[in-house]
């Protein structure tokens, strides 16, 4: 297999693409632990991410105050080729961003309640053709409709971050996505331990 050092700062593994694309088989777990020694590491996560969602995915963040959230949100923007600058959208609550597919990008963390939820019209983004991720999302993990990828992120030092990701619900296609993750985290580490850079 070969690693590559693509355009700027950009690992690409395999240089194609994804590794669904690929003909071997892969695994496809419910829960895998990373962990992520850098801002630029956990930017590179959501990059990989960004480049192997397929478009209706719904990614639930948690993690406490700083934790990386917004961080992994970038790189996924990055890896799906938004141009605009990512920031949390914590005052308006959504932000949309267009690129190779739609980012909706929301943060849960001033949401009085369930009921400021409903008028949000979350409930009808969920049928739109998009990424959606969202921040704070542990605070109403029970409006979420669909199967989801879950990622819980817990700083365990100054620059490092346990990042666990879970399928929530049945999703054969998110397991795939979670398999693909692993494997690329898993190379990326074992093969040179790339740091993209914090421009990443
Ligand atoms: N391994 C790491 N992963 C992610 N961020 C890291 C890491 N190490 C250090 N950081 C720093 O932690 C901060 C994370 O900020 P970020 O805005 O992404 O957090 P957040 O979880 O979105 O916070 P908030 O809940 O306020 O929205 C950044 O300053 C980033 O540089
Ligand atoms: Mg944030």
């Given at each position: 297999m070969t690693y590559a050092l693509g355009a700027g700062t950009e690992l690409l593994w395999p240089a194609?693409?994804?590794?669904?694309a690929a003909s071997r088989p892969v695994r496809s777990p419910r829960r895998v632990?990373?962990?992520?020694?850098?801002?630029a590491e956990t930017r590179a996560l959501g990059w990989r991410l960004g480049k192997c969602v397929q478009g209706d995915e719904i990614l639930a963040l948690s993690g406490p105050l700083g934790?990386?959230?917004?961080?992994?949100?970038?790189?996924?923007?990055?890896?799906?080729?938004?141009r605009r600058f990512v920031n949390s959208p914590s005052f308006v609550l959504m932000k949309?961003?267009?690129a190779r597919l739609s980012l909706i990008h929301w943060d849960w963390y001033r949401l009085d309640d369930k009921t400021d939820l409903e008028s949000s019209g979350f409930g009808d983004l969920q049928v739109e053709r998009g990424i959606v991720v969202i921040e704070w999302a542990d605070?109403?993990?029970?409006?979420?409709?669909?199967?989801?990828?879950?990622?819980?992120?817990t700083p365990t030092?100054?620059?490092s971050r346990r990042l666990t990701l879970s399928v929530q619900g049945?999703?054969?296609?998110?397991?795939?996505?979670?398999?693909?993750?692993?494997?690329?985290?898993a190379a990326r580490?074992?093969?040179d331990g790339t740091d993209l850079g914090a421009g990443h």
């Open positions: 194609a693409g994804c590794l669904r632990v990373l962990l992520s020694h850098s801002a934790s990386g959230k917004t961080c992994l949100v970038q790189g996924l923007g990055r890896g799906l080729g938004v949309r961003y267009r605070r109403f993990l029970d409006q979420i409709a669909r199967p989801f990828l879950l990622i819980e992120i030092g100054l620059r049945k999703s054969a296609a998110l397991r795939r996505l979670v398999g693909d993750l692993e494997l690329w985290w580490r074992k093969n």
